[in-house]
């Protein structure tokens, strides 16, 4: 059974220019969950979707965007990219809400 | 904003000790979840604990959950040097609410051979 596919796994991106990351959940997965990590916030709730709907966002500014299509796969939009947006940015699919969650990789964003 | 604290920060010890590593919170959880994550590489799901009191077991992992469901600790026994990376703990609110899961800034935890 494949994990969860994140692409692309790097990402060098100049300020001010937007960048898409994709998310490909477990087959039968229909909750995707979108997360920021860095060294000194740690994981951040950025959003979540399930059933091509947005059910939650985290305390983000509205240049992070996502959505989810039909066949539950994920892209996360990060427009007029600032220095501190560099980060780990993890993708992570469940079943259901009372299920964990199984994490992809990470893209890896550096902005300079 | 609610919080998950995680102690200690950095752990190192030599092979075969034991450790414990704790997630506290002032609020109260429905469910919480342990992760291991390599760097490199996004968390991997240990356990997950629902019920106030809960022990669950994972080979040479011990995982408990607080009675008031504030609280959560993980006990390592006899550790490996394959034991080494970030444990982080993650809080689902029993209140509910928009934030998703919130997870505590982990613990880094090195086994030295």
């Known amino acids: 059974k494949a994990g969860v596919t994140q692409t692309p796994r790097y990402l060098i991106k100049t300020r001010g220019q937007q960048v898409t990351l994709s998310c490909s959940p477990i087959?039968?997965?229909?909750?995707v969950s979108w997360y920021q990590q860095t060294p000194g916030q740690g994981l951040q709730f950025l959003f979540e979707y399930f059933s091509e709907t947005q059910r939650n966002k985290g305390n983000f500014p509205g240049r992070f965007s996502g959505r989810q299509f039909s066949n539950s796969r994920s892209e996360m939009n990060v427009s007029t990219l600032e220095l501190g947006d560099s980060a780990l940015y993890l993708c992570?699919?469940?079943?259901?809400?009372?299920?964990?969650?199984?994490f992809g990789s990470g893209t890896r964003l550096t902005v300079v | 904003t609610q919080l998950l604290e995680q102690s200690p920060q950095f752990l190192s010890i030599q092979e075969g000790e034991n450790l414990t590593v704790y997630c506290n919170s002032s609020?109260?959880?429905?469910?919480l979840q342990w992760y291991r994550q390599e760097p490199g590489e996004g968390p991997v799901l240990l356990v997950t604990?629902?019920?106030?009191?809960e022990v669950k077991k994972l080979k040479r992992l011990t995982f408990q959950f607080g009675d008031a469901r504030k609280d959560s600790s993980l006990h390592i026994t006899a550790a490996q040097p394959g034991d080494t990376g970030l444990y982080l703990c993650a809080g689902a609110w029993a209140g509910g609410g928009a934030d998703g899961l919130t997870f505590g800034k982990g613990t880094h935890l090195i086994i030295q051979p």
């Open positions: 087959s039968g997965h229909r909750s």
């Open positions: 992570a699919s469940r079943q259901g809400a009372s299920n964990g969650y199984t």
């Open positions: 609020s109260v959880f429905s469910s």
């Open positions: 604990v629902v019920t106030g009191g």
